[in-house]
């Protein structure tokens, strides 16, 4: 998964790095398909927290149908592009953060708008987001781990402060 093992081996015994690194987070994810995501947060002083979204994958994002029954012409067709996957959600809170990966995923509409005939709903493809694990990190103290989640993902972090 990361490159680096040394490093992750040098975090977690206790050793010295000797350089001095800004406060960072990261992670990589691998989801039971075997799709790779990877990001890198690097934190401030001041910061309070952080929502990634749906880490961009090797994928594009997919396009839904929507419907809007307001328009100037009556009913109107439009797509949205949606991202589904993992990404996750920090928050500093005191002396830590706390880190939760979560899962994108759309209830799609499509099937229901190529319905519509007569009638029009203003319809549009819903994204859900879902917490799958929660971990909770010392600003003080220098972490990694892989974990194996309830979902299928596999999950590398390591927290630099």
């Avoid at 947060?41 to 419907?67: H, K, M």
Wanted: hydrophobic residues 35%.
């Amino acid at each position: 998964m990361m490159k680096n093992r040394a490093l992750l081996l040098a975090l977690t015994s206790g050793l010295s790095i000797g350089t001095q690194a800004m406060e960072t987070l990261e992670l990589e994810i691998v989801t039971p398909d075997g799709h790779s995501y990877r990001a890198e947060q690097v934190l401030d002083e001041n910061f309070e927290s952080f929502d990634s979204g749906a880490i961009p994958g090797e994928t594009p994002p997919r396009e839904y149908q929507a419907i809007r029954c307001d328009g100037p012409w009556g009913a109107m067709k439009y797509r949205l592009k949606l991202a589904s996957g993992p990404g996750y959600q920090l928050y500093a809170k005191g002396d830590s953060l706390r880190l939760q990966i979560v899962e994108h995923s759309v209830i799609s509409e499509d099937q229901t708008i190529a319905a519509m005939s007569i009638h029009c709903i203003d319809t549009e493809p819903r994204q859900v987001v879902k917490a799958v694990y929660e971990i909770e990190l010392d600003r003080r103290r220098a972490s990694a781990q892989q974990l194996q989640l309830a979902n299928g993902y596999q999950l590398e972090y390591r927290y630099l402060p």
